[in-house]
């Protein structure tokens, strides 16, 4: 139980301090509702959304309703400040966070985001970092057999999946697939803070091949359009036992094409081969320019993780 007029009292202070005075989840200036039980205060928009996350948010108005002893307490050891520290604590910087302004879905993804997956709090998986850093895109239009058809691939369940859209309006697409460059660059300007400016190269592609100079890695399939690649070679530098030779082995002969590549990697060889000379010229100036390019520290990461899955 509580003293009605006192409890009121205390919580009309505890509005004034720092964060408080500002809705958690959209920044709306005065907010006259709180969740109990995550312990924030919030507006009137915001607490209609917080009412259907029953199972982990329960609102209340700081005018209209009774509040015990208890609940205040826990409004006094909680508060906005308190609640970001723990649910924002790993806010990707290219993620979207609502305004007062803004329309319902992106604050209700928002807050669900944040209290019911509590996608943002504490140490962040290195699952839950995948997702930017393993995202790519590039535009394929031979491979998919539209003008405007782009490849993008992200890391799901240890493994390479590919997804294949076109949009027919071209600035639609292109807008997109500056979206998922730029998401991607942050990511890498931040967690890998030796990523330059000029160093986002566009992947070399080739119908059953994808050689991703940035990543250092190629990626073949066995049908064009397969959702998985069927495998991943990490490429690293010449040093470590990389190399790319023009010329298929001796007593191998190629199908179609005579034409080949063998690429050697510390543990096996890679041999292809290509429809002209043009074709072989340009897959070995990219391959060159993978194996001479000096490793980064996030090249390593890309190295053990497909060295994991290869075991
Ligand atoms: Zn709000």
């Known amino acids: 139980m509580g003293d009605r007029d006192r409890n009121k009292k205390i919580l009309l202070e505890l509005l004034k ?7 958690a989840d959209c920044g709306t200036a005065d907010p006259d509702w709180a969740s109990y039980t995550i312990g924030v205060f919030i507006c009137l928009n915001c607490s209609g959304i917080h009412r259907n996350l029953s199972g982990i948010s329960r609102v209340k108005s700081i005018w209209l309703d009774f509040w015990d002893d208890d609940l205040v ?22 993620y ?4 007062a302004s803004d329309c319902v879905v ?33 535009f394929q239009p031979e491979k998919i057999g539209n003008p405007n058809g782009l490849q993008i691939t992200y890391l799901k369940d ?11 309006n071209g600035k639609d697409i292109v807008d997109w697939f500056n979206a998922i460059r730029a998401a991607r660059f942050r990511y890498l300007k931040i967690a890998f803070p030796t990523t330059s400016d000029t160093e986002q190269k566009e992947p070399f592609k080739r119908r059953w091949f994808t050689l991703d100079i940035q990543d250092r ?24 036992g990389y190399n790319i030779l023009e010329g298929l082995p001796p007593g191998v ?3 179609k094409w ?16 290509c429809k002209d000379t043009q074709d072989l010229k340009e897959w070995i100036v990219a391959f060159k320019e993978v194996i001479f390019k000096p490793m980064c520290l996030q090249d390593y990461t890309v190295e053990a993780s497909l060295r994991r899955k290869q075991r």
Request: proline residues 5%; neutral net charge; aromatic residues 14%.
């Open 217 to 240: 890695k190629l990626l073949y399939f066995k049908e064009p359009l397969d959702a998985y690649a069927q495998g991943e070679v990490f490429i690293g530098h010449s040093e470590y």
């Open 258 to 273: 005579n034409l080949g590549i063998t690429i050697e990697t510390p543990e096996r060889k890679f041999v292809f081969t």
């Open 73 to 94: 307490e826990q409004m006094r050891t909680h508060g906005n400040w308190m609640a970001r520290k723990h649910y924002e604590a790993n806010v990707p910087p290219f």
């Open 158 to 168: 240890g493994r390479t999946r590919c997804m294949f859209v076109y949009h027919k």
């Open 253 to 255: 002969k190629g199908n």
């Open 17 to 23: 301090e720092g964060e408080n005075s500002r809705c």
């Open 96 to 99: 979207y966070k609502p305004q």
């Open 106 to 138: 992106l604050k209700e993804q928002w807050i669900r985001a944040k209290y019911e997956r509590e996608e943002f709090t504490d140490i962040v998986t290195e699952q839950r970092e995948s997702p930017i850093s393993e995202l790519n895109a590039t």
